[in-house]
């Protein structure tokens, strides 16, 4: 069995994306191709927004969208505790001080009364300017915008959504991708819409922000002359192939995938909810399962359930086993470890279980057992 079921994914979409690749390879517009701006337009509207900036991966799209954003040298950012590594990393590589706040218990994402206490913190300690809210749309549940936004507004933040994980998610009638003043997410192939390689996309309403990332993407060019440059920036282009095989993905994205994926939460739901802490939808919201990941009483349970698994061909990921204040890179930071009880809960609990759009039920229902039979 599969963790995350890609070969499935690309049985059932071989003709379109094989015909989708050679006509890139016909074209021979590898960078930049018109692929890559019909792409760009689509995801833009499919999240409601203006403008969507494709660029290599998430991580540097975080990286972008920090810099038109103006971090580094003394700026305080904030993102969550319990987050892949890039969700801090992208600003600690632009010098910015990384200030982690708690998660909320049941939905994992950034708990609003820690991320208040922190910015006060800061404010109050005077060393760092605070500047960005980094709230992340982790395991595909978007984080609490409406309390993360007025926040933002009462301190004069930014907020920068990364949407990595969240692509496909919503609050109401409103994606994920739409929430932050810049919003980025990454179509690395596990992710909920992924390519057969590194992409990511960067999404604003702002006109001059767009332009700025546009620049920023190739190298700080100027727009009016592809070899005159009026700041610094990197290299980070999304491939014409991989635009090409996402226009493919996207159409079973939003005709099948995201449902059938809520299906195989569903299912999984239904039969563990009454044995372990199972993931928490809040009302109102929609998840787009980038993982499914219970909460087991104690690490034991849980090293005994993955154990478990494992014997019988089952594959389950531990996301994520280290708080970041723990990461060897940022301890000795805000190392405060009674100021993260949640996340130091939920790195000792958690356990992801297989979920794609291509699980059966049967195999909902047998690895289910599994759980239940080692508890
Ligand atoms: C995957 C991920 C990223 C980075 O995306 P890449 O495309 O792998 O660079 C950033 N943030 C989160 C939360 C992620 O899960």
Known sequence: MQFRDLKAQYKALKPQIDSAIQSVLDSSEYILGNQVATLEELLANYVGRKHCIACANGTDALQLALMAMGVGRGDAVFTSDFTYFASAGAASFLQAEVIFADIHERTFNLSPESLENAIQRVISDGKYLPKVIIPVDLFGLPADYSQIIPIAEKYNLKILEDGAQGFGGKIADKKACSFGDISITSFFPAKPLGCYGDGGAIFTDDDATAECLQSLRTQGRSKRNRYEHCQVGINSRLDTLQAAILLEKFKAFTE???????????????????????????????????????????????????????????????????ALHQQKVYAGTEAEDTAYPHTLQAVKTVLSLPIHPYLKEEEADRIAKIVIDNI
């Open 256 to 322: 099948y995938e995201l449902r059938d994926v809520n299906r195989a939460a569903d299912w999984y739901t239904k039969r563990l909810e009454h044995a372990v802490k199972t993931p928490y939808v809040p009302n109102g919201y929609y998840s787009s399962w980038a993982q499914y990941t219970i909460r087991l009483q104690d690490m034991e349970t849980r090293d005994r359930v993955q154990c478990a698994l494992k014997e019988q061909g089952i594959p389950s990921m531990v996301y994520y086993p280290l």
